[in-house]
């Protein structure tokens, strides 16, 4: 079976069946595969703030442990949820009030507000200010005492972090 075939089958499938159809896999792709298992036959990753942040970690390849929360920082969030709307092509995923508040929350405390992945205004100043820093025939200094530039500058290196693991996705 392919990657894209285990992600994709109804069939219910263990870790150990996945490790058995791909020998030598990584723990951490292991995961990633199950993660997007997860995300495209069910909907408990919208619903309950400990599965999304397990998603999101197992999407990062970061190491998940089910017993504990461990935290996740918003470039991790940001690409997560890219992952998922790849998963998810033309479907508007409604996340609950438990985790969108969980995704502000850590937005918040990592000084973006106002830019959270599920509300994409690329419009706004916050994109504008980002799109600015990621053009390099653009010189643009950020004043650590605007928000806005803080989140620009934030958003920015969400939007790299994607830009690199999708670029690593390929290879």
Do not use: C
């Amino acid at each position: 079976m392919t990657i894209s075939e285990l992600i994709n089958t109804q069939e219910e499938l263990e870790p150990e069946a996945i490790r058995h159809f791909l020998l030598d896999l990584p723990e951490g792709d292991i995961q990633w595969i199950m993660a997007a298992r997860t995300v495209k036959q069910t909907t408990h990753f919208v619903e309950d703030m400990y599965v999304f942040e397990n998603i999101v970690r197992a999407l990062n390849k970061l190491p998940v442990d089910f017993t504990q929360v461990q935290g996740v920082a918003p470039k991790h969030i940001w690409y997560a949820m890219d992952v998922i709307k790849r998963l998810w092509k033309d479907v508007k995923i409604n996340y609950s009030w438990e985790v969108e508040t969980y995704i502000k929350y850590i937005f918040n405390q990592d000084g973006v507000y106002g830019v959270y992945p599920f509300n994409r205004d690329e419009k706004d100043a916050v994109h504008e200010i980002a799109g600015a820093l990621l053009n390099p025939n653009v010189q643009f200094n950020i004043d650590p005492a605007n928000p806005k530039h803080i989140s620009g500058q934030r958003l920015a290196e969400m939007l790299l972090y994607t830009q690199r693991i999708k670029q690593d996705e390929r290879s």
